[in-house]
């Protein structure tokens, strides 16, 4: 009796020494932007802490929620939600604790854009187009509708992920401006759905944009953090980072031709002097193309 009771209190400790982290449910079943790519850095760079920090176990929450629960939840710094994924914005460092890696080397700071196929030919037909004239539609409490109304662009604010890409389909707004690590498979998620969506071939916007973790700022949050960060390091040194971006990432933009569109680049009011500097370290720079014909899809 007395060794079954010490192999459960034995049992019992081994289970409250392994790491929990969860990560929350989109809200939109339709939402793959951190499913492929984010989480998958988060298992490789846990996988590579391991033998030095022990035993863990991530999974995804029960509930589905929008980026601003999600954020709560985590600032609340209970049971629940762990960790999340957005842009390196200083003013998440006030409540949040950024694990400061650039997740996607800074591909996401290249935006190109979603519109209607009336709107692509009508933009085709003209030898040159100032983006400036035309609507952007962004999500409610995104700092990118900030840093394009600070650069003199004209931003609708649209709600909900899931409802811009109704709004630009209605001609609500002209553009909706997309990491090219994520527009083709907005693009083919809405399909059958919105056929009347597209992507512009010419042109793109650039700012200093990537993607962190962020954990609370509480003990087990600090523990979380200094796990990935070793982690992190681990697989930018041995070279499995950037075997996940060549397997993940380039497919999904290198038809896109980033290196032959007309780029504009603008300020990022909202990144630190350090974050750009870890973002410029690691940064992905597209190689210059020949200037090709331009068609919409």
Known sequence: MKLILLMFLASMAASAQVLVIEYPKPESSGDRRYADYYWSVLRLAMKKSRSKFGAYEIRESAVDMNERRAKKLIEMGGDGIDIMVH????????????????????????????????????????????????????????EDIDILRDAGYRVVDGGSYENLFKMLSEGRFDLFSRGVNEIKKELDGNRSIHPNLTIEPRYAIYYPLTRYFYVAKTKKGEEIKKRLLYGLNGINRDGSLDKLFNEVIIPTISDLHIGSREIFYIKNPFITERDNKILNENLFRPAREPVRKFQCE
Do not use: H
């Open 87 to 142: 842009g390196n914005i200083s003013t998440w460092g006030a409540s949040l604790n950024s694990v400061q890696f650039p997740l996607d080397k800074g591909v996401l700071g290249y935006r190109i854009f979603l519109l209607r196929k009336d709107t692509c030919e009508e933009m085709l037909a003209r030898e040159s187009n100032n983006l400036k004239n035309y609507t952007i539609g962004q999500g409610s409490g995104w």
